[in-house]
């Protein structure tokens, strides 16, 4: 019988008032279990904070914590951050990270040690997201669907909603615009 272990995510990029729409992950697998991955944040906005509009503040804290600064580096150990950015895309502000990894546990994945025949598992309750579509194959497992991927599987993806409603919600596209002007 196969043992089966879950694939656990990095799930949070953002703190306090910055939100993120939806999120793509991407993981490219080499057979080592080593590989490269991305984030991609779509609709990264700012929500108010006691009915007050924080959305500078807010974007000062997503430049020089996570663009900037290590935040990103200290949430994800095991990572070699490669690339990280910000732009606009749609009308909204996005981002991307892009990382390699020396093995599966970094990026967060697991399987059966020394084992190429169990799956890679993604367990959608585990996350605080909403999993919209992925490119496994949905499984029950006891009363919880689970997202499974062949063993040999090269890449993964999926992509989650985390704030379905923008109502209200501060776009960061005029601050990102104004901050892009000064680092000309």
């Not at 991955?37 to 779509?42: I, N």
Request: glycine share 10%; proline share 3%.
């Amino acid at each position: 019988m196969k043992k089966l272990l879950p694939l656990v995510l990095i799930a949070s990029l953002f703190v306090g008032c910055l939100q993120v729409q939806q999120k793509t992950y991407t993981y490219k697998l080499n057979p080592d279990g080593t590989g490269t991955g991305s984030v991609f944040y779509y609709n990264i906005h700012s929500t108010d904070e006691d009915e007050r509009d924080v959305s500078f503040k807010d974007f000062g804290t997503l430049v020089t914590d996570y663009l900037e600064g290590t935040t990103l580096e200290g949430e994800n150990e095991g990572w070699n951050i490669t690339n990280k950015e910000l732009f606009e895309q749609d009308g909204v502000l996005c981002g991307k990270i892009e990382f390699s990894f020396g093995d599966m546990g970094s990026a967060k994945l697991y399987r059966t040690a020394n084992c190429e025949c169990a799956p890679i598992l993604l367990l959608p309750g585990s996350m605080d997201e909403t999993l919209l579509e992925h490119n496994g194959g949905g499984v029950m497992l006891g009363s919880s669907e689970v997202i499974e991927w062949p063993a040999d599987s090269k890449e993964i993806m999926f992509k989650t909603e985390g704030a379905s409603d923008t109502t209200g919600a501060r776009n960061l596209v005029e601050h990102y615009n104004a901050w892009k002007k000064t680092k000309k």
